[in-house]
């Protein structure tokens, strides 16, 4: 991206953020804190060409605001920008939260949601009397006709903000998946990355069968969202009294806090450094999702005047217990475990056989003749992007179930590594096929505990049989040295013809679809065996996605 592309960009974003038409000095002043030095006139110039293109209208002399297909533009048309801009986007809230405790005034992070009927807003009251949320301060308001109504709640960055204005700076790590045992908080289950991804961590996690915090409600047992950040261990007993006085004027959401390099929840604390985990703010809003009503959720994108607030609820019956800290598993990341897998595969191209890296996929065994329709159905509308090979697997312990198996991506790397080619996946993505092609959404696998496309399929975000909409794919992007690059492209072919989904080799320094990697290395964008399953799941069919991973022989494979 040229440096007149980023300033258009930035502009954009700016202009996102404000409610109102917004002129070119103001505009100017905010790119100046962001470190581009544009005057006026420049801003000007840059901002007749996003009129042009039709990112921003001008608004007679208050200024311009930003388009539907502006917003479209700064969604998907960056996401190799965007994996960096969602960590800088929450160190900018951390910042410019100002609230101060003693005084209980100043702006605090909100996440904002929409809800449609009065059964939802008992719900969310319910969530918040049990003491599973950050703050039961909100800030309500009725969105339109009917029974729509915009509530507001304090975000766990919030905390964040406050402890840097008291000198202490926390360093957010990872957004995920608390496991609750008998009340108690057990360990992470999954987690992601704040860095190097263009979906917010908890964000991810809004799905239904992801949450159970109505179960931790009722039976004490469930996951809930959390975040989890390191503080330099020096400054614990203040971070303790801050926390404690927050508690004091209802903003609460500590689950947990470590002694000095003491490993918590599944998560390693290195010496010097202690954790601390907080519930996500978002967590009455997924007990809402749970039970199938529609609900709009925006994570963490603006402040609000914490004297607008008032509480929900009066009485909190804290259902969480002090956790014990004492689970000593550690929570393997998504490329460690996928390294081992690229290792145990040894297809041989040449002979056309040998062990594969397989996702198993279970549905019921009345659901199999109508999925492998659908698996076919998708294949021959898009051979090119849809891998026709898959595999019948008995379920281990449920006769009533069956196991589709399909060919995973790591398969491509480890036949080049197998082959002295180093192939590192990079990134998980939904790639939309419009023209040109575009990644609209990218999650690092070094950082995620969970496969990204597990994900995107959980929140619905494929499009591979809808005809309404353009068609959404899962891909990943691997990344190889570009000294191996004429080696990997005779090897890459090669698979391509036995039916292995490659949509695309790079060039170095190559924007691939609109995402990129490091210097030296080029990328190639492969698809998922996971498109063919997502596609069932599409047409309402129920199905365990990727429930294991195994290596199963090539050869044994059928094809569609």
């Given at each position: 991206?040229?440096?007149?592309?980023?300033?258009?960009?930035?502009?954009?974003?700016?202009?996102?953020?404000?409610?109102?038409?917004?002129?070119?000095?103001?505009?100017?002043?905010?790119?100046?804190?962001?470190?581009?030095?544009?005057?006026?006139?420049?801003?000007?110039?840059?901002?007749?060409?996003?009129?042009?293109?039709?990112?921003?209208?001008?608004?007679?002399?208050?200024?311009?605001?930003?388009?539907?297909?502006?917003?479209?533009?700064?969604?998907?048309?960056?996401?190799?920008?965007?994996?960096?801009?969602?960590?800088?986007?929450?160190?900018?809230?951390?910042?410019?939260?100002?609230?101060?405790?003693?005084?209980?005034?100043?702006?605090?992070?909100?996440?904002?949601?929409?809800?449609?009927?009065?059964?939802?807003?008992?719900?969310?009251?319910?969530?918040?009397?049990?003491?599973?949320?950050?703050?039961p301060?909100?800030?309500?308001?009725?969105?339109?006709?009917?029974?729509?109504?915009?509530?507001?709640?304090?975000?766990?960055?919030?905390?964040?903000?406050?402890?840097?204005?008291?000198g202490?700076?926390?360093?957010?790590?990872?957004?995920?998946?608390?496991?609750?045992?008998?009340?108690?908080?057990?360990?992470?289950?999954?987690?992601?990355s704040?860095?190097?991804?263009?979906?917010?961590?908890?964000?991810?996690f809004?799905?239904?069968?992801?949450?159970?915090?109505?179960?931790?409600?009722?039976?004490?047992?469930?996951?809930?969202?959390?975040?989890?950040?390191?503080?330099?261990?020096?400054?614990?007993?203040?971070?303790?009294?801050?926390?404690?006085?927050?508690?004091?004027?209802?903003?609460?959401?500590?689950?947990?806090?470590?002694?000095?390099?003491?490993?918590?929840?599944?998560?390693?604390?290195?010496?010097?450094?202690?954790?601390l985990?907080?519930?996500?703010?978002?967590?009455?809003?997924?007990?809402?999702?749970?039970?199938?009503?529609?609900?709009?959720?925006?994570?963490?994108?603006?402040?609000?005047?914490?004297?607008?607030?008032?509480?929900?609820?009066?009485?909190?019956?804290?259902?969480?217990?002090?956790?014990?800290?004492?689970?000593?598993?550690?929570?393997?990341?998504?490329?460690?475990?996928?390294?081992?897998?690229?290792?145990?595969?040894?297809?041989?191209?040449?002979?056309?056989?040998?062990?594969?890296?397989?996702?198993?996929?279970?549905?019921?065994?009345?659901?199999?003749?109508?999925?492998?329709?659908?698996?076919?159905e998708?294949?021959?509308?898009?051979?090119?992007?849809?891998n026709?090979?898959?595999?019948?697997?008995?379920?281990?312990?449920?006769?009533?179930?069956?196991?589709?198996?399909t060919?995973?991506?790591?398969?491509?790397?480890?036949?080049?590594?197998?082959?002295?080619?180093?192939?590192?996946?990079?990134?998980?993505?939904?790639?939309?096929?419009?023209?040109?092609a575009?990644?609209?959404?990218?999650i690092?696998?070094?950082g995620s505990?969970?496969?990204?496309?597990?994900?995107?399929?959980?929140?619905?975000?494929?499009?591979?049989?809808?005809?309404?909409?353009?068609?959404?794919?899962?891909?990943?992007?691997?990344?190889?040295?570009?000294?191996?690059?004429?080696?990997?492209?005779?090897?890459?072919?090669?698979?391509?013809?036995?039916?292995?989904?490659?949509?695309?080799?790079?060039?170095?320094?190559?924007?691939i679809?609109?995402?990129?990697?490091?210097?030296?290395?080029?990328?190639?964008?492969?698809?998922?065996?996971?498109?063919?399953?997502?596609?069932?799941?599409?047409?309402?069919?129920?199905?365990?996605?990727?429930?294991?991973?195994?290596?199963?022989?090539?050869?044994?494979?059928?094809?569609?």
């Open positions: 991206m040229s440096e007149s592309e980023r300033r258009m960009i930035e502009i954009l974003r700016i202009l996102n953020k404000e409610e109102k038409a917004t002129g070119s000095k103001l505009i100017a002043d905010e790119l100046k804190e962001k470190g581009f030095n544009l005057g006026e006139r420049a801003v000007r110039y840059h901002m007749q060409i996003l009129d042009e293109k039709g990112y921003t209208e001008r608004m007679g002399y208050s200024g311009r605001q930003i388009t539907d297909l502006g917003r479209e533009k700064l969604e998907k048309g960056l996401i190799y920008d965007q994996v960096d801009f969602i960590y800088s986007k929450f160190e900018e809230l951390i910042y410019l939260t100002n609230f101060n405790y003693m005084t209980k005034k100043g702006n605090v992070v909100v996440n904002t949601s929409t809800i449609y009927n009065e059964d939802s807003y008992n719900i969310i009251k319910d969530v918040f009397a049990s003491g599973l949320s950050v703050s301060y909100v800030n309500l308001n009725d969105v339109g006709k009917g029974d729509a109504m915009e509530i507001k709640t304090i975000c766990g960055t919030t905390i964040d903000g406050i402890l840097l204005n008291e202490i700076a926390s360093q957010p790590l990872y957004g995920g998946l608390l496991k609750i045992e008998d009340n108690h908080p057990v360990a992470f289950k999954e987690l992601i704040y860095k190097k991804t263009s979906v917010t961590p908890l964000d991810a809004i799905a239904p069968e992801m949450t159970s915090v109505l179960d931790v409600i009722n039976d004490g047992t469930g996951y809930i969202p959390a975040n989890f950040r390191l503080i330099p261990s020096v400054v614990r007993q203040k971070t303790i009294d801050i926390l404690s006085k927050l508690k004091n004027i209802g903003i609460n959401g500590t689950i947990t806090i470590s002694e000095d390099g003491e490993n918590i929840l599944g998560l390693p604390v290195n010496k010097g450094m202690i954790g985990a907080i519930i996500g703010g978002i967590t009455p809003f997924c007990a809402v999702q749970e039970l199938g009503y529609d609900i709009d959720i925006k994570i963490g994108e603006e402040l609000e005047n914490f004297e607008k607030m008032n509480p929900i609820v009066g009485n909190i019956d804290y259902k969480l217990k002090k956790s014990s800290n004492r689970d000593d598993s550690k929570i393997p990341f998504i490329l460690s475990k996928s390294w081992n897998l690229i290792h145990q595969a040894n297809f041989d191209i040449e002979k056309e056989k040998g062990d594969i890296v397989a996702n198993i996929s279970y549905i019921k065994k009345e659901d199999l003749d109508a999925a492998i329709n659908i698996m076919k998708s294949y021959e509308s898009d051979e090119k992007h849809v026709p090979h898959y595999q019948i697997i008995a379920h281990p312990d449920d006769d009533e179930k069956i196991g589709i198996a060919i995973c991506s790591l398969s491509i790397d480890g036949v080049l590594v197998n082959n002295g080619i180093k192939s590192t996946p990079k990134y998980g993505g939904l790639l939309e096929l419009t023209e040109p575009l990644f609209i959404d990218l690092s696998y070094n505990s969970i496969d990204p496309h597990k994900i995107f399929i959980a929140k619905d975000m494929t499009s591979i049989t809808k005809t309404n909409e353009p068609k959404r794919l899962l891909a990943s992007i691997k990344e190889i040295p570009y000294v191996a690059r004429d080696s990997s492209v005779d090897l890459l072919d090669k698979m391509s013809k036995l039916g292995f989904s490659i949509y695309k080799i790079g060039k170095p320094r190559e924007l679809y609109n995402a990129k990697v490091d210097n030296y290395n080029f990328g190639i964008v492969t698809g998922s065996g996971l498109n063919s399953i997502a596609a069932i799941k599409e047409k309402g069919i129920d199905i365990e996605v990727k429930a294991d991973t195994k290596l199963i022989p090539f050869e044994n494979m059928d094809k569609l």
